[in-house]
C-alpha cells in the first residue's frame, strides 16, 4: 500500500514571497502519478500540478513548480509571488499508473498543509 | 465545458436512516471516483466506477455502495447511517483526451448525521 506523508501541518508566507510544501511518499511502485491539490474555505479541490514519475523533468505550472525526487521519493511544491487567493489546504496525492488494475484511478491523500499567505 | 456537479450539497440525517448521493462527470468523462473527507481520517478513497462497473474499492464497510449510469452519472448510497458518517463526500471525474487519469473534483456533498 502507498502512503503520503506532509510533514507540515501548517505554514504561512507573506505577500509576493515563495514558500515550498514538502511531501514524501512511501511506494514500490515504479510507475506512478503525484499530484497537488489545493482546497480552498469554498471546499473545492482544484488540481495545481501533476508529475509523471516516469518524466525526469520538473512539472510547471505558472507560480508553481515542484521539485521530484524519485530516489527519495520526494514531491515538493513551491509557491513564487505568493498571493492572498493562494491561502488554502494542500494536499499531496499518489496515483499508481497502468492498468493491472487494484489501485489505479484511486488517489491516496496526504493529511495536508494548510498555508496562510499574508497581506 | 461544465465542471463536476453534485447534488444535493447539503443534507442533514438521523441515524439508522439511509442517504442518496448524485454526482454528474465533466462531459465525455467515464470514470467517476468518490471520497470521504473528515478532519480525523482525512480524504479516504471509497470506489470508482467506469463504464457502470466498479473497478476499485476502498476499505468501507457494505453499507457505502454506489452505481453509475450509462450516462455515466453516479450515485452513492449510505445506508443505516452512524454518526461517524458525517463528512464532505467528494465525487471526481477522469477521463480527458490529454491526461486521462487526472481526477477533477465537484464541490461535494456536506453530510450531517444526528
Known amino acids: 500500500a502507498q502512503t503520503v506523508t506532509q510533514s507540515q501541518p501548517e505554514m504561512s508566507v507573506q505577500e509576493a514571497e515563495t514558500v515550498t510544501l514538502s511531501c514524501t511518499y512511501d511506494?514500490?511502485?515504479?510507475?506512478?502519478?503525484l499530484f497537488w491539490y489545493k482546497q480552498p474555505p469554498s471546499r473545492q479541490m482544484i488540481l495545481v500540478i501533476r508529475q509523471e514519475a516516469y518524466k525526469q523533468q520538473n512539472a510547471t505550472e505558472n507560480r508553481f513548480s515542484v521539485n521530484f525526487q524519485k530516489a527519495a521519493k520526494s514531491f515538493s511544491l513551491k509557491i513564487s509571488d505568493s498571493q492572498l487567493g493562494d491561502t488554502a489546504m494542500y494536499f499531496c496525492a499518489f496515483m499508481k499508473s497502468g492498468n493491472s488494475g487494484g489501485s489505479n484511478y484511486k488517489l491516496t491523500f496526504g493529511k495536508g498543509t494548510l498555508l496562510t499567505v499574508n497581506p | 465545458k461544465a465542471g463536476v456537479t453534485q447534488t444535493p450539497r447539503y443534507l442533514i440525517k438521523t441515524r439508522g436512516q439511509q442517504v442518496t448521493l448524485s454526482c454528474s462527470p465533466i462531459?465525455?468523462?467515464?470514470?467517476v471516483s468518490w471520497y470521504q473527507q473528515t478532519p480525523g481520517q482525512g480524504l479516504q478513497f471509497l470506489f470508482e466506477y467506469f463504464s457502470e462497473t466498479q473497478r476499485n474499492k476502498g476499505n468501507f464497510p457494505g453499507r457505502f455502495s454506489g452505481r453509475q449510469f450509462s450516462n455515466s452519472r453516479s450515485e452513492m448510497n449510505v445506508s443505516t447511517l452512524e454518526l461517524g458518517d458525517s463528512a464532505l463526500y467528494l465525487c471526481?471525474?477522469?477521463?480527458?483526451?490529454?491526461?486521462?487519469?487526472?481526477?477533477?473534483f465537484g464541490p461535494g456533498t456536506r453530510l450531517t448525521v444526528t
Open positions: 511506494t514500490s511502485e515504479n510507475n506512478y502519478y
Open positions: 462531459s465525455g468523462h467515464r470514470s
Open positions: 471526481a471525474s477522469s477521463g480527458g483526451a490529454t491526461y486521462s487519469y487526472e481526477q477533477y
